[in-house]
T-cell receptor, first 114, second 112 residues
């Protein structure tokens, strides 16, 4: 297994367009997390899944943000009607279930809204 | 809610010198503590973690961090840094080991 994979690595979009990012976790990991990282800041938690169940989504930044993990494997993060303030690095991480397990991060998708 | 403060955004240091990266946190509940490292063009990697037990934890590459409950700190130290330690370091906390709250990061710049 090559780790957590995110696609695309870079995305440039025009303001108002919708974008979707994909995350493929490590295959045996049942937890999957999305974070956002803006320049000069640490990652900010957005949402997470245990298998296909989205257990926390109150931190999603607005109703323009949504995430799915339909079969408990890969996940998608969609941003509708993008704004310039959405420009950031979007990080995905995965981990095994259990009380304390290490989260493995992907390299991220860098979004630029012009 | 939790918050993490990394007091230094950048720390320049000469090779083979000691270094300390500071981390303070605030939380109304007990938390687990982590340090992650991000090398250039790579994803975040776990460096070390404090879950319970001994307050001094060590990584395989010579870093150590000490949990100080009274000062709500988890500072990262290394007695002698190498050029290869140049990276961004993030302190993070979690009440249950799942959702991480990160600090703003400290860029460690090791100079020859």
């Amino acid at each position: 297994d090559t780790g957590v994979s995110q696609d695309p690595r870079h995305k440039i979009t025009k303001r108002g367009q919708n974008v979707t990012f994909r995350c493929d976790p490590i295959s045996e990991h049942n937890r999957l997390y999305w974070y956002r990282q803006t320049l000069g800041q640490g990652p900010e938690f957005l949402t997470y899944f245990q298998n296909e169940a989205q257990l926390e989504k109150s931190r999603l930044l607005s109703d323009r943000f949504s995430a799915e993990r339909p079969k408990g494997s890969f996940s998608t993060l969609e941003i509708q009607r993008t704004e310039q303030g959405d420009s950031a690095m979007y990080l995905c991480a995965s981990s095994l279930g259990g009380v304390i397990t290490e989260a493995f991060f992907g390299q991220g998708t860098r979004l630029t809204v012009v | 809610a939790q918050s993490v403060t990394q007091l230094d955004s950048q720390v320049p240091v000469f090779e083979e010198a000691p270094v300390e990266l500071r981390c303070n946190y605030s939380s109304s509940v007990s938390v687990y503590l982590f340090w992650y490292v991000q090398y250039p063009n790579q994803g975040l990697q776990l460096l070390l973690k404090y879950l319970s037990g001994s307050t001094l934890v060590e990584s395989i590459n010579g870093f150590e961090a000490e949990f100080n409950k009274s000062q709500t700190s988890f500072h990262l130290r290394k007695p002698s840094v190498h050029i290869s330690d140049t990276a961004e370091y993030f302190c993070a906390v979690s009440p249950a080991g799942n959702m991480l709250t990160f600090g703003g990061g400290t860029r460690l710049m090791v100079k020859p």
